[in-house]
């Protein structure tokens, strides 16, 4: 059963960092583009970060030289290195198993969805 469980949520101050960190389990980790989604309160949902199996990135503009999604294949572990955040990053952070290997920005990102980390940026 294919497993996503995120972690490295908190509350930070405008402008702080925090890394958020997704365990894979249930499936071939390599073989697979994943994403970071991003739900604010009241908001719909928000692609952040695609990762494709061979390790191509693609980023929304507004995260574009500040956050780094990366994976540890061998860990089966996602990355989002988030820096110089800001208040409309407030978030719930779902990592996202696609399908298959639907590496680019504008593939689905239907899968399997982990249950979310909140990251709150406020003074």
């Known amino acids: 059963e294919v497993q996503l469980v995120e972690s490295g949520g908190g509350l930070v101050t405008p402008g702080g960092s925090l890394r958020l960190s997704c365990v894979a389990s249930?499936?071939?980790?390599?073989?697979?583009?994943m994403s970071w989604v991003r739900q604010a309160p009241g908001k719909g949902l928000e692609r952040v970060s695609v990762?494709?199996?061979?390790?191509?990135?693609s980023y929304r503009d507004s995260v574009k030289g500040r956050f780094t999604i990366s994976k540890d294949n061998a860990k089966k572990m996602l990355y989002l290195q988030m820096n110089s955040l800001e208040p409309d990053d407030t978030a719930v952070y779902y990592c996202v198993k696609r399908l298959a290997d639907f590496g680019n920005w504008w593939g689905p990102d239907f899968g399997s969805w982990g249950q979310g980390t909140q990251v709150t940026v406020a003074s």
């Open positions: 990762i494709s199996g061979g390790g191509s990135t």
């Open positions: 249930g499936f071939t980790f390599g073989n697979y583009a």
